[in-house]
């Protein structure tokens, strides 16, 4: 991960201080697992909406923080919402899936869904990773913050042209 990196070893930070850093991540994505039932009372899609929404949050608050003081005001609400926004994404897009899907071709709809969004993690991760490096080299090195905000300034106009 981009930050537990970064925390231990350009700010020293002790492993499980970074670890605890991340807790957010977990807690709000356990949370968002049992939102299952919203889809009985909202549309799908305006969940699904949301989630994303969420996520375009993210990128901008994570682009902006990138110093052990940014951790509360930019890191913190970025791990919470990007969190609750992929959970929501994630889970109300699969309900979606096996809502529209005859119950004989779900499984392998599903199985087709998760294959893709795999290959796509793949492709985005490794454009990401390409776009960190590149900028680091030219501007001061991994210490710097510049490379890891140019790929989540990268990942806002790709979710903008993807809406």
Known sequence: MIFSTLW?????WSVISSAVHMFPIGVTSFAMGFTGSLSRIFSPKWIIL??????????????????????WPYIFPAFSLGSAGAMLTYTHIMIAVFQSTPSSMAGTVGAIFTGALQFGSAIGLAGVTSIETSVEVIHGGSHEYR??????????????NIL
Do not use: E, W
């Open 147 to 160: 490379g890891r905000a140019a790929a989540f300034c990268f990942l806002i106009h790709l979710s903008i």
């Open 8 to 12: 231990q070893n350009i700010f020293k």
């Open 50 to 71: 949301t989630g994303l929404s969420f996520c375009m949050v993210t990128t901008v608050l994570l682009a902006l923080g990138g110093g052990p003081q940014d951790y």
